[in-house]
């Protein structure tokens, strides 16, 4: 699926469309060159499961953790990594975390859990694309329910 985001708005009801639309455990990988929006469309999703506060940037912790109101959301940027197996480190267990939202996933290959979701998102023109990918069966379900609200 491929979409235009022509505003930050437009990137903001792709994320509350995400949340809406999620399964009740997901794995979303994040790409995009810097200042792409994975941030911002994370930021939106979370918002959407109702994280309230500070919604910070992983940036330098690498992962930030969320309650939800089933479960937990953790937020990653692996930009700063430069062997998956640093992740090693980070205490990560694949069954702890009801939504994983990575950012740089090829960072961490062989480590991270497969992706339900792959979004890639680029700057064309005053706006960005998007693409969604899927990558099992719960992924190709997530995209056929987003796809009634596109």
């Given at each position: ?29 994040l790409?995009?060159?810097l ?18 506060g ?24 692996l ?30 290959a ?9 979004i ?6 005053n ?22 609200l596109?």
């Amino acid at each position: 699926m491929e979409l235009y985001l022509a505003d930050s708005e437009a990137t903001d009801r792709l994320g509350r469309a995400l949340a809406r639309t999620r399964p009740s455990a997901a794995v979303i990988y994040l790409r995009g060159d810097l200042g792409a929006g994975k941030s911002t469309l994370a930021r939106a999703l979370l918002r959407a499961l109702g994280v309230r506060g500070a919604i910070r940037s992983p940036t330098y912790a690498l992962v930030e953790r969320y309650p939800l109101a089933q479960g937990e959301a953790w937020h990653m940027d692996l930009y700063r990594i430069g062997d998956p197996g640093e992740l090693d480190f980070l205490g990560l267990d694949e069954g702890a975390a009801d939504l994983w939202l990575v950012e740089w996933p090829e960072r961490g290959a062989g480590i991270l859990p497969p992706f339900d979701l792959d979004i890639e998102l680029s700057l064309s023109g005053n706006g960005r694309r998007a693409r969604l990918r899927a990558g099992g069966e719960r992924g190709r379900e997530w995209l056929t329910r987003l796809s009634y609200l596109a």
